[in-house]
């Protein structure tokens, strides 16, 4: 089998993911904390993105690269994010250039549009970035750097902008933009596998009610979702009206990211 690098294995959509990408990958997990419940096929590494060293020896070996590890939160100072999210996932792309590594998928996040309001558009597959918090400007970067990669050699990147990968819809907002584990799974493969990608942006979302991605790239590509975002609401789930008008951001499409002062980055200076 062919081997695959998740980084930030340890965490709730790497967890998630791993039953279904090991079906066809052998693993290689990375985190900064070791990752529980290894079984055939699984092997894990603690190490530190932002140590060059330590990404060269994770990616060596690899046939593919599934980028998930990051920093992030509604109130996350840009200082914080410059090492996990800016230099570690260069370290990665030249890494992957110089093992030979065939695709590199990269979790980039819809609060890179998180700014717009939710009835700005009727789809915001096409609307421009828009980011909501230092967080989702590392992923904007992370998107352009994948770009940059790509059209200056053979790496073919995959990003996939996800909406919410939580195990069941909460609210209002997510139900737009909910995805399984077995559908975020399906797109990640495609991503891994499809002879057409080269340079992609899809979206992680699985079928909605009232969606706010229609994802035409990702189904030109054979995603056809399994699952949808009506049939998994929580027991305490908040209908629009439910949700507090201010706090809650749900008139956004980043939620309560788009809500939240930014830090200024001078006091940090």
Known sequence: MPTLLITGAAGIVGTALRPFLRQRYALRLLDRKPV???????????GDLTDPACVQQAVNGVDGILHLACAHGTDIEFISTVEPN?????????????????????????????QHRSDAAEYFDDMPVAPDSYYALSKVFGE???A??????DLATFIVRI?????????????RMWTSARDLAQLLLIGLEHPDVHQDIVYGVSESPNPLFHNRRARALGYT???????????DYLPYEAMAPEGSGRDHVGGAYAGV?????????
């Open 163 to 175: 909406g919410n990968a939580d195990p069941k819809v909460s609210d209002a907002r997510r139900l």
């Open 36 to 46: 529980e419940g290894l079984v055939a096929g699984e092997t894990a590494v603690v």
């Open 148 to 153: 940059m990669t790509s059209q200056r050699s």
């Open 225 to 235: 979702p399994q699952d949808n975002a009506g049939e998994h609401l929580a027991e």
């Open 261 to 269: 002062p930014l830090a200024s980055v001078l006091e940090r200076v």
């Open 144 to 146: 352009a750097a994948c």
């Open 86 to 114: 800016y230099h570690a996932t260069l370290y990665l792309l030249e890494a992957a250039l110089q093992h030979g590594v065939k695709r590199f998928v990269f979790a980039s996040s819809h609060h890179v549009l998180g």
